[in-house]
């Protein structure tokens, strides 16, 4: 978590432009305050950063002993997802192919409740964390876990930073573990080496699945201080291309509201509103969605919609693009999400 956001936990990133971000100026937004900056770059770049995210770690399990959601593994012809929550809304995933007891992590944030599930509850040792990103409410179990599970490999972006990184990826490298073949997809805009993983079914007769960080989340996105609009869309139409069936697996608990925020700008999509009832519906965590429910409501896997155009009173210009276009509608939602407050 960024201790300069004010809105949960989308987090503030600068890796490769800490210069704009110290001069005042951060991508597409213009002019954010120089002590967020400031602040940002000793989050991510110092000691400092990581003992304030130890410090939210411990304030987290104090107000939820047991997690901020109940977690309800799923599984599908042998590989089991489960969901882990930690800190205040973040997911940490542990992914088991059962037949070979093999297990990996997705962005283990606390390590202790990883640990306790994978080895006390699970019985399993750990392979390999999949790292999605440098924030430490996503990477700061890393360490901690590599030292317990001694042959455990990190695997992330070479251009993120990730805490005890072992094993660099790149857009479309692929890993195995067991029956489990995830391929790494390249996605900068949340940080410039933001990986999603996309864990194929087709070994096991499943639907694939998606753990998406902090560039997707149901019915939302995650800031874009680290690039603009342009590359944010490009990595967005990434997880649009996929097929509808595939499971999507996020970084945090924002569903409702997100949901919310998505009837400011579509009123009238009958998707969203059937979506926002089920997850009022729920008791413990709202996940998996799928790719092709978010296609339906996510306004921001929806630049292309005429309905969104006219709500946010935006035309394309006859010199722009239809991509240029796309960002910039791209851009006008993330600014409204940002100023979004819940009535």
Same mark, same amino acid.
């Given at each position: 978590m960024s201790p300069m956001c004010t809105e949960q936990n989308e987090n503030l990133s600068d890796h490769g432009d800490t210069l704009k971000c110290l001069l005042g100026i951060s991508g597409i937004f213009g002019e954010i305050s120089l002590r967020s900056c400031v602040m940002y770059t000793l989050y991510t770049r110092t000691w400092l950063g990581y003992m304030y995210y130890k410090r939210q770690l411990r304030?987290?399990?104090? &107000?939820?002993?047991v997690g901020h959601s109940t977690a309800k593994p799923m599984e599908f012809n042998g590989i089991k997802i489960i969901p882990i929550s930690v800190l205040s809304d973040n997911y940490s995933y542990l992914v088991i192919d059962t037949a070979s007891g093999v297990a990996v992590v997705v962005d283990p944030a606390d390590p202790q409740t990883v640990q306790v599930n994978a080895s006390a509850e699970e019985g399993v040792m750990l392979e390999a964390i999949l790292c999605t990103h440098k924030h430490w409410d996503h990477s700061g179990g890393n360490k901690g876990l590599k030292r317990l599970h001694g042959s455990c490999r990190v695997y992330g972006s070479v251009d993120d930073n990730i805490p005890g990184l072992t094993h660099p990826l790149s857009h479309k490298d692929s890993v195995t573990?067991? &029956?489990m073949h995830f391929k790494a997809l390249f996605t900068p805009g949340h940080t410039v080496g933001h990986i999603i993983y996309l864990l194929d079914g087709g070994a096991t007769g499943t639907p694939s699945s998606l753990f998406s960080g902090d560039l997707v989340f149901l019915s939302g996105c995650g800031r874009m201080f680290e690039g603009n609009a342009t590359s944010m869309l490009s990595s967005l139409d990434t997880v649009a291309s996929l097929s509808d069936d595939t499971l999507l697996w996020p970084g945090h608990e924002y569903a409702e509201d997100n949901l919310l925020f998505a009837a400011e700008v579509e009123p009238r999509n009958a998707a969203r509103e059937t979506k926002?009832?089920?997850?009022l519906q729920q008791r413990c965590q709202k996940l998996p969605s799928t790719i092709g429910e978010e296609r339906q409501y996510n306004p921001f896997l929806r630049s292309h919609s005429a309905e969104l155009h006219l709500?946010?009173?935006l035309q394309q210009s006859q010199d722009e693009d239809w991509t240029q276009f796309r960002a910039r509608?791209?851009?006008?939602?993330?600014?409204?999400k940002d100023l979004y407050k819940r009535r």
């Open positions: 304030k987290a399990r104090e &107000r939820y002993p573990f067991g &029956r926002y009832q089920w997850v709500a946010l009173g509608v791209l851009e006008e939602l993330r600014k409204r």
